[in-house]
């Protein structure tokens, strides 16, 4: 299990949110950093820490995309190769963020269209950026019939839920996967299990986790849950953003998980 680090952006300032509460320029904040994306960029470099995202909170029609984008160019120029981009990722615009640095593009909503994959847009994207250099985001939100795909900053349902035929059928598009549990992202409140469970069970492409990671005993039941499978995110809960988690210690336990 490793370690991966955010870096989310929100009117043009790194930010902690709680997941799904956001909405064009507003947004419900646990933290807001004096610091700029450059200076925790620069921090992952040094400590080694690779393939963490950098999440542009804003879309192109918010008054604030500009401020964001910026930013986040700058996080990429600052650890070349080492973090990957996401928010509101196109083939138009893809090429801009790998040559600015990314490993990877995100990419989410431009892949559905009505609530299903358009598999002609998806073809384009693992074209346009080459599906070694592709990360699929599936966030989730826990519905009846599963966990639901979420798209347009966690806004709309699809039809598309989360479960092992799925990540069969899009592995062969992309290189990873990232997956937010929308219900406890940003709330510290204890992980997805059953989720973590799921992903821990398919293990066939790198996947990372994001949501409810609280405390070093969240680290432990995710490494378990996960079959040691399952890399994580921590946003909220880590120390530089405010929160109780120490990130020395959080690089650290990771990397114990990583020899075990």
Known sequence: MEFRPCIDIHNGKVKQIVGGSLNRETAQENFVSERDAAFYAKLYQKKGIRGGHVILLNSARDGYYKETKEQALAALRAFPGGLQAGGGITPQNAE??????????????YVF?????????????????????????????RKEAGYVIMTDR??????????????????????????????????????????VSLLGGWGKKPVTYAGGVHDFEDLRLLQKLGNGKVHVT???????FG??????????ACGDCEQE
């Open 113 to 141: 269209r009505e609530g299903k994959i358009d598999f002609d847009r998806l073809k384009e994207m693992k074209e346009c950026a080459g599906a070694d250099r592709l990360v699929l985001d599936v966030s989730c939100k």
């Open 234 to 240: 921590i946003g909220s809960a880590l120390s530089i």
């Open 243 to 252: 929160g109780s988690m120490d990130f020395e210690e959080v690089v650290k």
């Open 154 to 195: 966690w806004q709309k349902e699809t039809q598309e839920t989360v479960r092992e035929e799925l990540l069969d059928m899009l592995s062969g598009y992309c290189d990873e996967f990232l997956i937010h549990a929308v219900d406890v992202e940003g709330k510290s409140q204890g992980i997805e299990r059953e989720l």
């Open 96 to 109: 801009e963020y790998l040559k600015a640095g990314a490993s990877h593009v995100i990419v989410t909503s």
